[in-house]
């Protein structure tokens, strides 16, 4: 964005500090030997994808996970030379983007193998692939059950390895923890498959944020977490205890517009909100094209002066109103918090996620290009 969204009164603060500390506390929970995939993927979760992998590189990170290879290329261009995974995998046309920029791909379907093996080929390189299987999540990854004749097939391929298995859980946060325990073996099963047929697979991982909580003990020596390293805390087991981790984004706006209207009085599109008695009305420049969500609208509130305001009226594209009769010092200029810490007062991304039957990490990846990231290192 242009330097001038720099001056722009909305803004997300990124507590890097915040980042590394819970990138340590969760590798303090590993098993000794297993290690720590830092996912980045989707702009680290909306909280600024450059800045915080070259954080957690910079404070060890040994590997980072991405959604798709053009996340993973911005990384290489922003200099990151660690291992990155594409979760995801590819499809036709991307292979070649794998093998010139050195990423490790997971590969679902032979014709994947098929199409990275050529490449590899084609470029006389060696490649390195994760093999996802589907353990019950029902969705990418080879079944567990066709592991078998799926690995006699890739060993016709002499220009990838198999450096790496992975499965992804269904369930982790929840309260019925047998699903998540058949999921596990499944996969314990499957390595032992394939090791039977001659791979040797050095990186074995299964475990996400909530994973890491409620099942530290599964076998593996890498976990792949997004979620606990932003802080972000309701995809988790609502008994895993982890105090450990720091929120690390906040989101903030200030007052531009204020104005007293007498009772009865409707604010905003669709005129969904009328004035019940004497109100100071204030406007925020922050509306859905920013991430503030629409559904918001009058279901949430923000905080003024430690205190909370409610939205009232529609959220609109690039503004908010808010009721800051209650707050009788609130002035313009004053700082709006939508998500985080003021005077004491705390707003979570899980509580105003859940105001619309969503989670933390809906929000906060739904924050858009246009608020400015100010990355914070103390
Ligand atoms: C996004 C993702 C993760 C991270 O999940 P968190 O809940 O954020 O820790 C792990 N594995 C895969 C395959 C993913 O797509």
Redesign the pocket.
Known sequence: MHQLSYKRPTWAEISLSSLVDNYHAIQRRLPSGSQV?A?V?ADA?GHGGIECAQALDSNGAPWF?V?LIEEAIVLREAGITKPILC??GFWGGQAEYLVNYNLTT?INRIAAAELLNAEASKAGKRVDYHL?IDTGLGR?GVSYNEIHEFALELKRFDHINLTGV?T?FADADGEDRDYTLLQNSRFNEAVTILRNLGFNPKWRHCN?????YAFPEFEGNLV???????G?KD??ATESDNSDLKPVMSLRSRIIMMKEWPAGVSIGYGCTFTTNRTSRIASIPIGYADGMRRAFSNNSYVLVQGRPAPIVGRVSMDLTTIDVTDIPEARIGDEVVIIGEQNGAYISAEEVAKRIDSIS?EITCGITYRVPRIFLTS
Request: proline share 0%; aromatic share 10%.
């Open positions: 995939m996912i993927k979760y996970g959604a979760l995801g997971s996802k990418l992975m992804h996400n944020s909530a994973g890491v792949r977490t997004g979620g606990a390293m932003y972000l995809a988790m990490y």
